[in-house]
């Protein structure tokens, strides 16, 4: 069973940073996308930035300049690297892996990670 471990996160004043990753782990054949959401209380979740197979990426405007996310193909991680962190992205983070094929012959299906906190004080 493919699953999405997350490390990272934690507490840090705004200015900051802070290093996310996000390792695929179990049998499968390939990621399309791979990226970071995020979802603070009341609000809805949102991407913070994505990055497919052939590194080409995309990020909200909010975190533009701030933010760079990569990926290493051959260990199946994602990295988001944060920095001058904003009380404003304070927010749960998750993990989300576009497009996964385990076998062949399978349709191709999305998934989350469990999410962690990232919390940062003004």
């Known amino acids: 069973q493919v699953q999405l471990v997350e490390s990272g996160g934690g507490s840090v004043q705004a200015g900051g940073s802070l290093r996310l990753s996000c390792a695929a782990s179990?049998?499968?054949?390939?990621?399309?996308?791979m990226g970071w959401y995020r979802q603070a209380p009341g609000k809805q979740r949102e991407l913070v930035a994505g990055?497919?197979?052939?590194?080409?990426?995309n990020y909200a405007d909010s975190v533009k300049g701030r933010f760079t996310i990569s990926r290493d193909n051959a260990k199946n991680t994602v990295i988001l690297q944060m920095n001058n962190l904003k009380p404003e992205d304070t927010a749960a983070y998750y993990c989300?892996?576009?497009?996964?094929?385990?076998?062949?012959?399978?349709?191709?299906?999305?998934?989350w990670g469990q999410g962690t906190q990232v919390t940062v004080s003004s």
């Open positions: 990055i497919n197979r052939a590194g080409s990426t």
């Open positions: 179990g049998r499968f054949l390939s990621i399309n996308i």
């Open positions: 989300k892996a576009d497009g996964v094929l385990e076998r062949s012959w399978l349709a191709t299906r999305d998934l």
